[in-house]
């Protein structure tokens, strides 16, 4: 009877199978850390909540190629700069109302979602605002009531969700927290509102700097 060639074994393949399983169990709790570790709030892609205490641009980085981030000068939400913890608590807020809304059925977030309506990563530095200096109003009046608002009026439309003030505010500073992020250039080709009157920044300041605090 002729001799079983090694690799033609049933128990080298078993033996193989559990030890390519084993290390991709390994390589995979390893990823899972990493990637909690770079999408917790205060990491350098991901700021902490209260960075809606400062302006928020998007700017051309000539080294990446693409547009990233810039945390400017001190610009707060509402006129009001709130703490760590009144800014988690305001942000977190936005984000369970955007999901009890259920706003993922026709939009998008970082890219997840529907196709339906525009994507929300950069929302808050949408130029159909207006200027940046009626950018929050509009935004507050537009999500309690979109039904008359005139970029509301021309092809896809919005229905009334029944969005409270205090909602829609918390709803503005989730967008605003969300334009932060450092998406890799996402989305592209995006013009953001303009805010000519911001010091031209010489480099993307480091978002862990501005503080620091988990994401719920």
């Not at 399983?21 to 390893?30: A, H, K, R, Y």
């Amino acid at each position: 009877m002729a001799q079983e060639i090694w690799w033609a074994s049933t128990s080298f393949w078993r033996k193989s199978a559990i030890w390519v399983t084993g290390f991709s169990f390994v390589v995979l709790i390893f990823l899972t850390f990493d990637t909690v570790k770079q999408i917790t709030a205060g990491s350098p892609r991901v700021p902490a909540y209260s960075v809606i205490n400062n302006r928020i641009d998007y700017v051309f980085d000539a080294k990446r190629n693409f547009q990233v981030p810039v945390i400017g000068p001190e610009e707060p939400l509402f006129g009001k700069k709130l703490t760590e913890e009144e800014a988690e608590a305001l942000v977190s807020h936005g984000k369970l109302t955007t999901q009890a809304k259920n706003c993922m059925d026709c939009h998008t977030l970082l890219g997840n979602g529907a196709y339906y309506a525009p994507d929300l990563t950069k929302a808050w530095l949408d130029p159909s605002w207006g200027s940046k200096e009626v950018r929050e109003q509009s935004m507050v009046e537009f999500l309690m009531d979109p039904s008359d608002k005139l970029h509301n009026s021309i092809g896809r439309r919005m229905p009334k969700l029944g969005i409270t003030e205090e909602e829609a505010k918390a709803t503005v500073a989730f967008l605003k927290w969300m334009s932060s992020i450092d998406t890799n250039g996402f989305p592209a080709n995006f013009k953001p509102i303009d805010q000519a009157d911001a010091p031209a920044p010489a480099t993307a300041e480091p978002a862990a700097e501005v503080g620091a605090a988990p994401v719920q």
